[in-house]
């Protein structure tokens, strides 16, 4: 089966600590990046911002821009640099964003971005796939939606993740765009009986296994944002639930064990331990023994003097609460 579930992309989450820390959760998963614009990757450090590890993998890369040229050219860095598949971000309403023309604005102009998708799958031989919204300000119809859809696919997009709201681009921050406008995940059900051949991943507000299954019952895949960071380990068993996987669901602790090679791999090189455990940080939510997990790791991880020993102990300390 492939990935029918993806973990969202975050900006200033979904580094790839995170990622790693989510692959020993769930290996048939597929994960993102952050945004990374095409500017960035241009005249950036490359290796800061697109080096990950082989473990990581299925990932893909989201880009956010405007400009054919530099999109194509960026699709053909990420392919050689060994991602997976290349995203293109139409669902960013961030003031910053917009005023670079593109994320969710871009709604608006389907013609650009059906040429931004040719030119990126002209330069790669990896699936180009875009992340939308259902709709912006006062185009926000479905039928608004099913033009943008039909454009974008005609440039040869087989993959579309709809975030199943819309974002309004004045008034709202990206937060209260997350939260405000109201899901419409009917829209996104007919999208997929309107276009069968296409592959329609649902977004937004997805927080359970239960959800998780119904809405498959009606896309092709489930997009699972802030619940990943909310309660992590509602991905230990995705795999298992979703994709019938045999092997045992791991324990969250024998998942941080399994973390400590990593951890002093990053630490020996002088990396905060908290840059990787701030990612586990909810890994004991609504568990007994959370508080004191998350006060061990705030006020002993903020090091550069220490690695998996830390965690060691915060894992003491936790039995010794409960
Ligand atoms: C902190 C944060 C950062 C985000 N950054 C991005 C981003 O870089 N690119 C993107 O397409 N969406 C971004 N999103 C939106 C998510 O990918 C997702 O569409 C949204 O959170 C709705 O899904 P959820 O309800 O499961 O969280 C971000 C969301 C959050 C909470």
């Known amino acids: 089966?492939?990935?029918?579930?993806?973990?969202?992309?975050?900006?200033?989450?979904?580094?790839?600590?995170?990622?790693?820390?989510?692959?020993?959760?769930?290996?048939?998963?597929?994960?993102?990046?952050?945004?990374?614009?095409?500017?960035?990757?241009?005249?950036g450090d490359r290796h800061?911002?697109?080096?990950?590890?082989?473990?990581?993998?299925?990932?893909?890369?989201?880009?956010?821009?405007?400009?054919?040229?530099?999109?194509g050219e960026c699709a053909k860095i990420g392919q050689e640099w060994g991602y997976d598949e290349i995203n293109l971000n139409v669902g960013c309403p961030s003031s910053r964003v917009q005023n670079g023309n593109f994320g969710?604005?871009?709604?608006?102009?389907?013609?650009?971005?059906?040429?931004?998708?040719?030119?990126?799958?002209k330069a790669v031989n990896i699936p180009v796939t875009v992340k939308h919204r259902i709709g912006i300000d006062n185009q926000d119809s479905y039928e608004d939606m099913v033009n943008f859809v039909k454009i974008v696919a005609n440039s040869g997009c087989q993959k579309f993740i709809v975030h199943a709201r819309k974002a309004w681009l004045q008034g709202l921050s990206p937060k209260e765009n997350r939260d405000i406008p109201p899901l419409r995940y009917q829209d996104v059900y007919q999208l997929k009986q309107e276009f069968p051949h296409l592959t329609?991943?649902?977004?937004?507000?997805?927080?359970?296994?239960?959800?998780?299954?119904?809405?498959?019952?009606?896309?092709?895949?489930?997009?699972?944002?802030?619940?990943?960071?909310?309660?992590?380990?509602?991905?230990?068993s995705i795999?298992?639930?979703?994709?019938?996987?045999?092997?045992?669901?791991?324990?969250?602790?024998?998942?941080?064990?399994?973390?400590?090679?990593?951890?002093?791999?990053?630490?020996?090189?002088?990396?905060?331990?908290?840059?990787?455990?701030?990612?586990?940080?909810?890994?004991?939510?609504?568990?007994?023994?959370?508080?004191?997990?998350?006060?061990?790791?705030?006020?002993?991880?903020?090091t550069f003097n220490g690695g998996s020993d830390i965690v060691r102990q915060a894992l003491k300390e936790l039995v010794i609460s409960n």
Not at 48 to 71: A, H, I, R, T
Not at 270 to 280: D, S, Y
Not at 286 to 302: F, H, I, V
């Open 104 to 121: 969710a604005c871009l709604m608006a102009k389907p013609e650009i971005v059906a040429k931004c998708v040719e030119k990126m799958q």
């Open 200 to 236: 329609i991943e649902i977004n937004g507000g997805i927080t359970t296994m239960e959800e998780t299954k119904h809405h498959l019952k009606f896309v092709d895949g489930v997009m699972i944002g802030r619940a990943a960071y909310d309660n992590p380990y509602l991905l230990a």
């Open 1 to 43: 089966m492939s990935q029918v579930i993806s973990i969202a992309p975050m900006m200033d989450y979904t580094d790839r600590h995170f990622r790693y820390v989510m692959r020993k959760m769930t290996k048939k998963t597929l994960l993102y990046t952050e945004m990374i614009t095409t500017q960035a990757i241009i005249h």
């Open 239 to 302: 795999d298992q639930e979703i994709y019938g996987e045999t092997t045992p669901i791991l324990t969250r602790q024998e998942i941080i064990e399994s973390l400590y090679p990593y951890i002093d791999f990053w630490t020996a090189k002088k990396l905060k331990l908290n840059t990787i455990m701030r990612h586990l940080l909810q890994i004991f939510a609504k568990q007994s023994g959370t508080k004191q997990w998350k006060r061990y790791l705030s006020e002993n991880g903020n």
């Open 48 to 71: 800061k911002l697109l080096d990950f590890s082989e473990e990581e993998k299925p990932v893909s890369l989201q880009l956010g821009g405007d400009n054919e040229e530099e999109l």
